[in-house]
């Protein structure tokens, strides 16, 4: 083996330490971000148990009917029915996240999808929410407020009513997404340019 073999060795293992540095400094930027949706997921967990809690006082403070607080109480079943589905997902996964090793693409890779199906849950519920609430007003409505009701229809047509659900459905899905984006997205973001930024193993 000559000298310049043995040069070009060198410097190739020199230039592959210095790859193995800088993907590990690059895995490192990616602690910051996932730590931080951790948190959140776990605020997001307390955050949803309290708002649950409150509204089982809904029927108190706006002093519903007894057939009202029955109609209430099962539109509530099917909303907890909901949410204890999708914290199940989610708590599965935010324990799982702390099993899996932080020193590799393919672990950081995993997270970041594993999450970005979460955020999607995580809209798709919060869209089946809004609308059993909906729901439930508009029953609400029907049947407590009948004469106001009746006399709101009457002065509406159908063309304005479609509209005004049109609108609430992009209301709805604007600040859904939006809600998604500022919560978790942002951070989700820097967690996938460092996996492009990687080099694949």
Same mark, same amino acid.
Request: hydrophobic share 50%.
């Given at each position: 083996?000559? *000298?310049?073999?043995?040069?070009?060795?060198?410097?190739?293992?020199?230039?592959?330490?210095?790859?193995?540095?800088?993907?590990?400094?690059?895995?490192?930027?990616?602690?910051?971000?996932? +730590?931080?949706?951790?948190?959140?997921?776990?605020?997001?967990?307390?955050?949803?148990?309290?708002?649950?809690?409150?509204?089982?006082? /809904?029927?108190?403070? =706006?002093? $519903?009917?007894?057939?009202?607080?029955?109609?209430?109480?099962?539109?509530?079943?099917?909303?907890?029915?909901?949410?204890?589905?999708?914290?199940?997902?989610?708590?599965?996964?935010?324990?799982?996240?702390? +099993?899996?090793?932080? +020193?590799?693409?393919?672990?950081?890779?995993? /997270? =970041?999808?594993?999450?970005? $199906?979460?955020?999607?849950?995580?809209?798709?519920?919060?869209?089946?929410?809004? =609308?059993?609430?909906?729901? *439930?007003?508009?029953?609400?409505?029907?049947?407590?407020?009948?004469?106001?009701?009746?006399?709101?229809?009457?002065?509406?047509?159908?063309?304005?009513?479609?509209?005004?659900?049109?609108?609430?459905?992009?209301?709805?899905?604007?600040?859904?997404?939006?809600?998604?984006?500022?919560?978790?997205?942002?951070?989700?973001?820097?967690?996938?340019?460092?996996?492009?930024? $990687?080099?694949?193993?």
């Amino acid at each position: 083996m000559n *000298f310049e073999e043995l040069q070009n060795e060198w410097d190739a293992e020199n230039n592959k330490g210095i790859l193995i540095s800088e993907n590990m400094l690059k895995i490192e930027q990616a602690h910051l971000p996932i +730590d931080i949706i951790r948190k959140k997921m776990k605020h997001e967990f307390g955050y949803q148990l309290v708002a649950l809690l409150f509204m089982l006082s /809904f029927p108190y403070l =706006f002093h $519903l009917s007894h057939q009202m607080s029955l109609v209430f109480l099962s539109f509530y079943a099917i909303t907890c029915g909901f949410i204890a589905h999708y914290f199940y997902k989610f708590y599965r996964f935010y324990k799982n996240s702390y +099993d899996m090793g932080m +020193d590799s693409r393919k672990s950081i890779l995993w /997270f =970041f999808y594993e999450m970005k $199906l979460n955020i999607e849950l995580y809209k798709a519920l919060t869209y089946i929410i809004a =609308f059993i609430w909906i729901a *439930f007003i508009a029953i609400y409505l029907l049947i407590e407020k009948t004469s106001i009701t009746h006399k709101i229809l009457e002065r509406l047509s159908p063309f304005y009513i479609l509209l005004n659900c049109f609108i609430t459905i992009i209301i709805i899905g604007i600040i859904t997404e939006m809600w998604a984006w500022y919560y978790y997205g942002k951070y989700l973001k820097s967690v996938g340019n460092v996996v492009d930024e $990687l080099d694949y193993e």
